[in-house]
């Protein structure tokens, strides 16, 4: 059993501070190029109503991406069943990308993947992932797999 | 005690056993290897070749002594002869037979070389196992190419040429097809690619077909009478299934003929990997799709039924990614089957994007350099050929669009149903 980061899509307003954390907390910098683990954006409807949605990795419990890596980068993370990775042997070849049905994994400059761990450092030491800690609205929450509702 | 024989240790047979154990398999496991260096990745070679990952890299799950401490199982490396399916037995190299309760056939696939005169020339090679990186490794270290021969325009081919261009050896890339990647790009996107690649001095060759290697390995002759002078000749013409060690009860096209549950059509005989043929989602037909992704669900499955657990595994469509020289392509599904095609490109972030529709449905895809949102699509395609039906969920529509794909495109993909101005041709 796992924890996952849960959205409420009826709480969202894609104001965008998740991003933020995410990018403050992994050391993303975006005057090199890089993006947010996490991306904002909102949807319309085929009725012209807006929907408001915050998304990153799922943490799949059968993440289709570990058995993807040739190079075996990807993994569960044992205590707390975030997807984390060691990228040291990544070759950059895009498998993992293609294999993610939410297309969460990205590419550094030096072309090896990076994603969203779920700050498992944190959250192994009681603290929220720096995304939902900095969510105003609380429509993100980290929770264990068994609570998660449906999006 | 219940025993299991697991014939090869790649991709396959080493998630087949973590998988056993991880679903309680309690009994002896065999696992029979002839070589030492396992599970290798054949697809980590080139990377080992040109410096990028350590030779023990090229073993992603670690050296297969830890491996069997962790797993409980013992380390044959005497070679199966044949698996004896009625009798659930393998006979040996040795002429010894030893006799199981059930037995998994994961041998993989080895690289085809034809044999055409001179194929086995010391300046010829072929790239699948560590031992032919090593062949490799060591010409290229040792003596002076300046010029190579890669026969076969696949996604091993192009990693050979991509290593060499970058050690300065001009590379004539030479196929029987007539352009290249002819199993997964369709032919606009390989037009491209091959624009791009004469553009950087590789030279290509294509619809031609191989008569002989003269001169020991220094000049490849085709069969319209032409030839060219060259240092070392690399054969990346294909694989062929591993597929002699099963006996002739054991259903065998192409590759081992298995079902969801990766049995064979013989009691207790399992099959996972690159010598199987499991369904072709797209077809429904039987087919080998050799994908290290597909050898791991197989493997996976394989091991869980061998357990005991009812484990089935749907499928897969033929999908191919491949990175080289600055280019990224990826194609999905079979680019033989007819239809009509559209193409989008995105000139702002260089990208290309090529999907073919029949019925209204995508029968095959292509991505040159745009690789994020391959993976919805993917999923996407996989959904439709497995009858799903499903629709395109809110979350891959956020995926898509921050990839820039166009919304009217993904309406079409989230209604099936053909506007006449969804497309830009």
């Known amino acids: 059993m796992g924890k996952v980061i849960e959205l409420n899509a009826d709480k969202c307003s894609a104001c965008g501070a998740c991003a933020v954390a995410c990018m403050d907390q992994n050391d993303l910098d975006v005057t090199e190029g890089a993006s947010a683990f996490r991306i904002v954006r909102d949807l319309e409807g085929a009725d012209g109503g807006y929907e408001y949605y915050s998304i990153a990795c799922f943490h799949c419990e059968d993440a289709p991406c570990i058995s993807a890596c040739p190079c075996n980068c990807l993994k569960k993370d044992e205590e707390i069943g975030f997807t984390v990775y060691d990228n040291e042997n990544c070759i950059g070849c895009h498998s993992c990308a293609m294999a993610c049905p939410y297309g969460a994994p990205c590419y550094g400059k030096d072309g090896k993947m990076i994603k969203c761990g779920g700050c498992a450092v944190r959250v192994k030491n009681g603290l929220e992932p720096a995304c939902v800690a900095n969510c105003p609205t609380g429509a993100l929450r980290c929770v264990d797999r068994t609570e998660c509702e449906e999006l | ?425």
């Open chain 2, 1 to 425: 005690m219940q025993k299991t024989a697991v014939a090869g240790f790649g991709c396959a047979g080493y998630h087949a056993v973590r998988s056993m154990r991880e679903h309680g398999y309690q009994g002896e496991i065999d696992v029979y290897t002839d070589t030492q260096w396992a599970p290798a990745n054949p697809m980590l070679t080139t990377y080992y070749i040109c410096g990028k990952l350590r030779r023990e890299a090229t073993l992603p799950f670690g050296a297969i002594e830890e491996l069997s401490q962790k797993y409980n199982f013992h380390i044959i490396t005497t070679s199966v002869q044949k698996v004896l399916s009625e009798e659930k037995a393998v006979l040996l190299q040795d002429g010894k037979t030893q006799y199981y309760d059930q037995i998994l056939i994961s041998t993989g696939a080895r690289a085809f070389v034809p044999p055409i005169p001179g194929h086995e020339s010391e300046r010829v090679f072929s790239m699948r196992t560590i031992e032919d990186a090593d062949r490799v490794r060591k010409i290229l270290e040792g003596r002076e190419i300046k010029r190579a021969v890669v026969a076969g325009a696949s996604m091993v081919g192009i990693k050979l040429v991509e290593l060499l261009h970058a050690r300065g050896i001009h590379c004539t890339l030479v196929d029987m097809a007539p352009y290249i990647f002819p199993l997964a790009a369709v032919p606009c996107v390989a037009a491209e690619i091959e624009r791009r690649l004469t553009g950087m001095g590789v030279e290509l060759a294509f619809s031609k077909a191989l008569k002989a290697i003269e001169e020991d390995g220094q000049r490849v002759v085709f069969a319209d009478g032409e030839s060219i002078s060259c240092d070392m000749v690399l054969m990346c013409i294909g694989t062929r299934a591993n597929t002699e060690i099963a006996d002739e009860n054991i259903k065998v096209n192409r590759g081992i003929v298995v079902d969801k549950r990766m049995r064979t059509n013989m009691q207790d005989i399992y099959c996972a990997g690159d010598c199987s043929e499991g369904c072709n989602l797209q077809t429904g037909d039987n087919q080998i799709i050799g994908i290290w992704d597909n050898a791991a669900r197989q493997g996976e499955t394989a091991g869980a039924n061998m357990a005991g657990v009812v484990k089935e595994y749907e499928g897969n469509m033929l999908h191919n990614i491949t990175h080289f020289m600055g280019m990224d392509f990826i194609g999905f599904g079979d680019v033989k089957s007819e239809g009509e095609e559209f193409l989008y490109e995105n000139k702002e972030k260089g990208e290309a994007f090529v999907i073919r529709v029949k019925d209204n449905k995508p029968v095959c895809m292509n991505f040159l350099d745009s690789y994020g949102a391959s993976g919805v699509l993917k999923a996407y395609m996989i959904n439709k050929f497995g009858g799903a039906g499903r629709q395109m969920d809110s979350v891959s529509k956020v995926r898509l669009l921050n990839e820039g794909i166009p919304e009217k495109l993904i309406n079409f993909l989230e209604s099936n149903s053909q506007e006449e101005d969804v497309w830009e041709k």
